[in-house]
């Protein structure tokens, strides 16, 4: 058993590295984020991981946009989009308004 896990995790690692590993895509308007978890092997596998970090992401108050699953190389898994928070009238911590 420990040789098939060490092998799927080389592969999910071999496809990420070349830019085709499955990843969840969440959107969130509250905080507005941009979340990417995984990597995965397949759409299969990524579609059913999602319940779960939806169900976190919910239980963390964030309201969820949308949610997508896609073959992408995220270059950083939380993306905070500071120019629309400033345009709701959002302060990050350590500024000042």
């Given at each position: ?37 995984g990597p995965f092997s397949s759409i299969g596998e990524a579609s059913i991981a999602k319940t779960g970090y939806r169900e976190d992401l919910e239980s ?38």
């Amino acid at each position: 058993m420990e040789m098939t896990d060490n092998l799927k995790e080389m592969f999910i690692s071999f496809v990420d590295t070349i830019g085709v590993a499955v990843w969840v895509e969440i959107v969130t308007e509250s905080p507005i984020c941009t979340y990417y978890f995984g990597p995965f092997s397949s759409i299969g596998e990524a579609s059913i991981a999602k319940t779960g970090y939806r169900e976190d992401l919910e239980s963390e108050s964030a309201t969820i946009v949308s949610m997508v699953v896609k073959r992408c190389k995220p270059q950083n898994l939380t993306i905070f989009d500071e120019s629309l928070a400033t345009s709701h009238g959002l302060v990050l911590s350590g500024q000042t308004s």
